[in-house]
């Protein structure tokens, strides 16, 4: 088949809209009208639905479209590995994580990146599902597992536990709970059990609610747990890495926490040698150092 007319497919099925594929083709409508047109003649099937609010797949157009998808997703993997220059860091990087790691940890750390390379465009997508890095979803990936995805590049960054924390203002206020038995006396501010979330933090947290708890807040990211901590609402259950950030934030039953929760970085094999990769990777790796000296340095290790 004529990559030409997929191309020009590609763009009308992803637009849905003879008129913005043209735009974004920079052709006429008319000019990609025929292009669709000879490609359903060529294929003898027909491809879109045209209706007044634009154009709608067929069974047969869906099944092109899988394939055009997967396609691209491959060309653009070999433009940006030929794009990498032997000497500079420039481009888009699609980087995912969770919500919690990105906002709480990554994000805040970014501008030592940008300060180096500046010519960098990092795309964070920040998600609890995991993305498909063989199919380019992104191009790395830090995760609270180690993927089983085939062909990928690993390596094992850090570890961390959920641990239980409050503010000293909390503290001042309703007392500091010495056991267990004691969360009956205060507020608990977690994730909800059935939001999505490392398995290690679900656990404990459904340990915590077998307890005589009389009050709490459940919320759906850790962000959202820690502005609550922070505002002296009660005592929250956070990834420990939150702590080099948030100092005045106090530990509280420090006998109490998740099993040890695995932190991997991740990109595909066939970006081996991009250096947008690399500079991101030696970067992480620099702030997780970092990151463990001042832990140490606090005595919060």
């Known amino acids: 088949m ?11 099925a992803d637009a849905g809209s003879l008129t913005h594929a043209g735009d974004a083709l920079h052709l006429s409508q008319s000019a990609v009208s025929r292009q669709i047109r000879s490609l359903e003649e ?4 027909t491809l879109f639905h045209r209706h007044a609010r ?17 396609m691209v997703k491959r060309i653009d993997a070999a433009t940006a590995r030929i794009r990498d220059s032997e000497e500079e860091v420039f481009g888009e990087l699609k980087v995912t994580t969770t919500h919690g790691f990105g906002v709480l940890w990554l994000a805040p750390r970014l501008t030592k990146l940008y300060e180096k390379y500046p010519d960098l465009k990092v795309d964070l997508m920040l998600e609890e599902r995991v993305l498909d890095l063989p199919m380019r979803e ?9 993927p089983s995805q085939a062909d990928l590049i690993r390596k094992r960054l850090m570890s961390i536990r959920m641990r239980m924390y409050a503010s000293p203002d909390y503290l001042a206020e309703r007392g500091e709970p010495l056991s267990l038995d004691d969360l009956g ?11 999505a979330q490392v398995a290690a933090g679900k656990l404990l947290v459904q340990e915590l609610l077998t307890y005589d708890i009389q009050t709490a ?7 959202g747990v820690l502005q609550a901590v922070v505002a002296g609402l009660g005592i929250g259950v956070l990834p420990d890495y939150i702590i080099e950030d948030f100092p005045k934030v106090v530990r509280v039953l ?14 595909p094999e066939e970006l081996r040698h991009s250096k947008r990769v690399a500079a991101f990777r030696d970067f992480v790796q620099d702030e997780i150092f970092a990151h463990r000296r001042q832990l140490r340095a606090m005595g919060a290790d």
């Open 254 to 267: 420090p006998e109490v926490e998740s099993n040890e929760v695995p932190v991997f970085l991740a990109y």
């Open 54 to 70: 634009g154009l709608i797949l067929t069974e047969q157009g869906e099944l092109l479209f899988d394939a055009t998808a997967s």
């Open 138 to 146: 992104a191009d790395v990936a830090i995760r609270m597992k180690e």
């Open 2 to 12: 004529d990559w030409d007319k997929l191309r020009i497919f590609h763009a009308v």
């Open 42 to 45: 060529s294929l003898n099937t």
């Open 185 to 195: 006396k205060h507020r608990l501010i977690c994730q909800n059990p059935a939001s």
């Open 217 to 223: 807040l459940t919320v759906n990211n850790y962000f």
